[in-house]
């Protein structure tokens, strides 16, 4: 083991550790402005309660997802300085961007949304909601557009003298076609974890406290959480389908790697189950659905699918000797459990739909524990698509410029990697403990009592302090 070897480890777990937050927050600020925006319609008490209640567990998560988020930008000067150098010029604008612009309107608004309950009026605090949700979704856009351009680098030249990547296009970085898929395969992805949260602390009020004078509106929560998780899965299978045949044309490595597919076929058949060698290196046995991946990867039955073999081969006359296989096993079955944790959420849902059939309200111990480890299971498909999507690349950190090994810090020893990645595991630990805590006690105390109007008064003059009126 080198700094190397820890250097990734470290980014891996911060990474995952971090992405656990965003899908939840960018997810549930759209929902909640959703119901904010069905009470500010309707009147109905039932909406400001649930948008009150699911809006606290937002604000939990929000802030959770902040601290942690801090740490990847330190970890680029730490650990990865010789990448920072050569992409800097062209991460430089949309990062820029996203903390100047995305960023500051999501924390402003959300500010304002905050403690501006009653001092606000009604329409111009829906749109502060609205705001805060927009500008997340924005933050989302402009890291996605840096990752993008990571897997299919575009709008750039290498400058001769310095060996730096240099931006000549920033529309081109914005418009990557990777860049426009990704983001709504990740937006999709965000609501399946957010509707999915809804529905399981919805189901365990209605399991648990049978009766319950808020029942009517717990039952609406999870009918309609399952609701948003159904078409969320919806979503991320459409997009996901193209985002296949997209990977295809600028990555077939890692589509080849995700298949475990050794040899170019024409057509090429998906393999549901590949038993390979420990190391990746070949098949043994393979289950398979004949054509399914030519029309995955191509959109044509009869389509070719490169082989990892052929690849390398073809990678390394254009690169130089080495090898330019990511770790098969990794991406075969990240790629598989991403899809098969997603259908697992989409299963539920549609259990609770049923259990809410002819106005039934839902019981058993089933459907409870099912439900309560539904939000986990849409967490774990973001996570290994993830996996997928960064594993699947190397040994690129950028693909056809940059090697992973050729962007770590040269000063940087061993040592002074092992024990940050130490420090940041422990602080993770405890932050997670706290995230968790924190989730489960406010989820468990239920829906605020019924509150009177919060649109404030202008006929009262005085110097009220602000506050988030529970």
Same mark, same amino acid.
């Given at each position: ?32 402005? #959703? ?77 304002? $949304? #905050?403690?501006? $309950? ?11 909601? =609205? ?6 979704? &924005? ?42 898929? /990704?983001?709504?395969? /990740? ?8 509707? @999915? ?6 189901? =365990? ?14 039952? &609406? ?5 399952? =609701? ?96 330019? /296989? ?6 075969? =079955? ?53 996996? &997928? ?30 024990? @940050? ?29 019924? /509150? ?19």
């Amino acid at each position: 083991m080198d700094a190397l070897d820890v250097a990734r480890w470290q980014f891996g777990v911060t990474t995952v550790y971090h992405f656990l937050f965003v899908p939840l927050t960018i997810g549930l600020s759209v929902l909640v402005a #959703i119901l904010q925006t069905m009470w500010h319609r309707t009147g109905d008490q039932r909406y400001l309660k649930l948008t009150k209640f699911y809006g606290k567990l937002f604000l939990i998560n929000f802030a959770m997802g902040i601290v942690t988020g801090i740490v990847q930008e330190f970890q680029f000067g730490m650990n990865w300085s010789d990448y920072s150098r050569f992409v800097g010029d062209i991460f430089g604008a949309p990062l820029a961007i996203e903390a100047l612009v995305a960023f500051f309107l999501e924390s402003t608004f959300l500010g304002l $949304w #905050i403690f501006g $309950w009653d001092r606000l009026p009604r329409r111009i605090h829906l749109a502060t909601i =609205w705001a805060a949700a927009l500008g997340s979704t &924005f933050s989302a856009y402009f890291i996605l557009a840096a990752n993008s351009w990571m897997q299919n680098p575009v709008g750039y030249r290498i400058n001769p003298d310095t060996g730096r990547a240099e931006l000549t296009d920033f529309l081109a970085v914005l418009t990557n076609k990777v860049a426009l898929i /990704t983001f709504p395969h /990740t937006i999709a992805g965000c609501f399946l974890v957010a509707g @999915s949260l809804i529905v399981a602390v919805a189901l =365990w009020h209605l399991i648990r406290h049978p009766g319950h004078t808020d029942t009517p509106t717990y039952r &609406f929560a999870a009918r309609f959480g399952a =609701w948003v998780t159904l078409a969320a899965t919806a979503g991320v299978l459409i997009t996901g389908d193209i985002q296949g045949k997209i990977m295809t044309d600028v990555q077939p490595m890692k589509m080849a790697a995700a298949e475990g597919l050794y040899t170019t076929e024409s057509p090429a058949a998906f393999s549901v189950l590949t038993i390979g060698t420990l190391d990746g290196s070949r098949e043994i046995y393979a289950l398979k659905i004949p054509y399914l991946l030519s029309v995955l990867g191509t959109g044509d039955p009869h389509g070719t699918v490169q082989g990892i073999d052929d690849l390398q081969a073809q990678y390394t006359a254009q690169y130089g000797p080495g090898s330019y /296989t990511p770790i098969i096993p990794v991406t075969y =079955w990240s790629f598989r459990l991403m899809i098969g944790f997603g259908l697992a959420a989409a299963a539920i849902a549609l259990w609770v739909l049923w259990a809410h059939r002819k106005g039934r309200t839902p019981r058993g111990k089933w459907l409870l524990r099912a439900g309560l480890v539904m939000p986990l299971l849409p967490l774990a498909a973001n996570s290994f698509g993830w996996i &997928f999507t960064e594993m699947g690349r190397q040994p690129w950190i950028v693909f056809g410029e940059m090697l992973t090994r050729d962007g770590v810090s040269r000063t940087v020893s061993l040592t002074e990697v092992l024990t @940050s990645f130490t420090a940041f595991t422990i602080v993770y630990a405890t932050l997670a403990v706290i995230e968790v805590r924190l989730l489960v006690r406010y989820a468990r105390t239920g829906l605020p009592e019924d /509150t009177p109007d919060p649109t404030p008064d202008d006929t009262d003059d005085t110097d009220r302090p602000l506050a988030f009126a529970y």
